[in-house]
């Protein structure tokens, strides 16, 4: 199944795993979703629910949009990620790093800013698609890849003026850090370090993440 191979696929770069399968949230049908969330636009939507009785527990549901995982199903990226298929990978790839980070951090009582899932979400986009593309294309450096994720990707107008900012500071502060982290891969022989460094960055509070990516010169 396609999103579960997702799962893996970014779980095994940062060395992360979680009790739970992503179909087991997965909602396709928007209408099957919480009243307030059934009159959103997006095909993909992370769903938040914190339980009415005033404890901590919180119910979950991934929304991908069934045209959507239609349209992967008949050209699937794991098999070959081109131009035609990218967008959808992205959306769903940003579903799937949602719902491991969400619930990765939830395993270990930590709490997640919609802003921290927003720039994770955006480095597992570069991350994830450039080791697909180094699979699927042995010796080619996928060197388009940081331009096409960030500097020709546009935020959805319709979402609203707050969100719409969010998107783009989670945007500026992910491209920073995949801009050094694209020079730290031309020039590694191996991925060891480059994992070493990935895994690192995913386990960092919010806060600290922010402060790193703040200390990159240019």
């Not at 579960?4 to 992360?16: A, E």
């Not at 949230?25 to 959103?40: I, K, N, S």
């Not at 629910?49 to 119910?59: F, H, K, L, R």
């Not at 919010?206 to 200390?215: E, Q, T």
Request: net charge neutral.
């Amino acid at each position: 199944m396609l999103l579960s191979r997702l799962q893996n696929l970014i779980g095994g770069i940062y060395d992360v795993s979680v009790a739970h399968d992503v179909y087991d949230f997965l909602v396709t049908d928007r209408g099957r979703l919480p009243p307030a969330a059934r009159a959103g636009l997006a095909e993909e939507e992370l769903i938040i629910a914190q339980s009415a009785d005033g404890t901590d527990e919180v119910g979950v549901s991934l929304y991908l949009d069934e045209a959507l995982l239609a349209r992967l199903a008949r050209a699937d990226p794991l098999v070959q990620l081109h131009a035609g298929n990218v967008g959808d990978w992205w959306t769903a790839l940003e579903g799937v790093s949602h719902f491991l980070y969400l619930a990765w951090n939830a395993r270990h009582d930590r709490p997640v800013s919609l802003l921290e899932l927003e720039l994770q979400a955006e480095v597992d986009k570069y991350v994830a698609s450039y080791w697909l593309l180094r699979r699927q294309f042995p010796g080619h450096f996928p060197a388009e890849l940081h331009r096409v994720l960030f500097a020709r990707t546009r935020v959805d107008p319709r979402i609203g003026a707050a969100r719409a900012a969010l998107y783009r500071e989670a945007s500026r502060y992910a491209e920073k850090f995949c801009g050094r982290l694209e020079h730290t891969l031309a020039r590694s022989t191996t991925d060891s370090d480059v994992l070493a460094q990935l895994r690192r960055f995913y386990r960092l509070t919010h806060a600290r993440k922010r402060a790193l990516i703040d200390a990159i010169g240019g």
